[in-house]
């Protein structure tokens, strides 16, 4: 049986995710920083697989380790999913504006932590078939205005990622572009705006799948542009 671990899961894209992995029997160990949230979700997954619920914050090292600890206990991971994010004020400031603890602190969560999470589970990813997936946004690559915050941030992350894959050619390296979704982080984007007109989180999970299953070389991916998956690969 496959394992994957999938951060922000509690809710918008990453529960998403965990609900199609659980409806393909992954073991799935899942995190989320409310924990009344992340223990609901659990519950509901627990009826279709086996699933290892930590509540606390990708930012905190003492949480990763914990992650880590129910990873090794599972005996290996085959997918990492770094989807947690945080968007940083609300509504978003100019950079000229931009508190710099706040601004930090969107690193530490957006970009600082993935890699971090991904040092601590290197040793456990498998060799054959290993996946790594950065959920990333299109704010990475365009200079939306008062985006400078979370873009930059995501920014980072995919150079990141782009060199973790160059030095690890064994594992598939990916960042996910799920697009415009209609999300809690994206409303908190657009506060008091109406929203409706953006899909919901879902239309991401086939590309996101397709990822997971398929044999697409390392690199940068738009979700919602990629098939239904191909189970190409016959992951444990």
């Given at each position: 049986?496959?394992?994957?671990?999938?951060?922000?899961?509690?809710?918008?894209?990453?529960?998403e995710?965990?609900?199609?992995?659980?409806?393909?029997?992954?073991?799935?160990?899942?995190?989320?920083?409310?924990?009344?949230?992340?223990?609901?979700?659990?519950?509901?997954?627990?009826?279709?697989?086996?699933?290892?619920?930590v509540?606390?914050?990708?930012?905190?090292?003492?949480?990763?380790?914990?992650?880590?600890?129910?990873?090794e206990?599972?005996?290996?991971?085959?997918?990492?999913?770094?989807?947690?994010?945080?968007?940083?004020?609300?509504?978003?400031?100019?950079?000229?504006?931009?508190?710099?603890?706040?601004?930090?602190?969107?690193?530490?969560?957006n970009?600082?932590?993935p890699?971090?999470?991904?040092?601590?589970?290197?040793?456990?990813?498998?060799?054959?078939?290993?996946?790594?997936?950065?959920?990333?946004?299109?704010?990475?690559?365009?200079?939306?205005?008062g985006?400078?915050?979370?873009?930059?941030?995501?920014?980072?992350?995919?150079?990141?990622t782009?060199?973790?894959?160059?030095?690890?050619?064994?594992?598939?390296?990916?960042?996910?572009?799920?697009?415009?979704?209609?999300?809690?982080?994206?409303?908190?984007?657009?506060?008091?705006?109406?929203?409706?007109?953006?899909?919901?989180?879902?239309?991401?999970?086939?590309?996101?799948?397709?990822l997971?299953?398929g044999?697409?070389?390392?690199?940068?991916?738009r979700?919602?542009?990629?098939?239904?998956?191909?189970?190409?690969?016959?992951?444990?």
């Amino acid at each position: 049986m496959a394992t994957a671990l999938v951060t922000g899961a509690s809710r918008g894209l990453g529960l998403e995710l965990a609900w199609a992995l659980a409806d393909d029997g992954w073991t799935l160990v899942i995190d989320g920083r409310d924990p009344t949230a992340l223990e609901a979700v659990a519950a509901a997954l627990s009826r279709k697989t086996t699933v290892r619920a930590v509540a606390g914050d990708v930012a905190d090292p003492g949480h990763r380790l914990a992650l880590r600890s129910v990873v090794e206990e599972l005996d290996g991971l085959d997918v990492l999913v770094n989807n947690a994010s945080v968007l940083g004020p609300s509504p978003q400031p100019s950079l000229a504006e931009y508190p710099l603890d706040v601004f930090e602190e969107v690193y530490r969560v957006n970009t600082v932590a993935p890699l971090a999470l991904i040092q601590l589970m290197l040793p456990a990813l498998r060799a054959a078939g290993g996946r790594i997936i950065n959920i990333t946004s299109d704010a990475a690559v365009e200079p939306y205005e008062g985006w400078g915050g979370y873009g930059s941030s995501k920014a980072a992350l995919e150079q990141v990622t782009r060199i973790l894959a160059a030095e690890q050619p064994d594992l598939r390296v990916y960042l996910a572009d799920p697009g415009d979704l209609r999300t809690r982080l994206h409303q908190e984007a657009f506060p008091g705006e109406d929203i409706s007109d953006r899909p919901l989180p879902k239309v991401a999970i086939p590309g996101l799948l397709r990822l997971i299953y398929g044999t697409l070389p390392s690199g940068r991916y738009r979700a919602q542009e990629l098939s239904a998956p191909v189970k190409e690969v016959a992951l444990p």
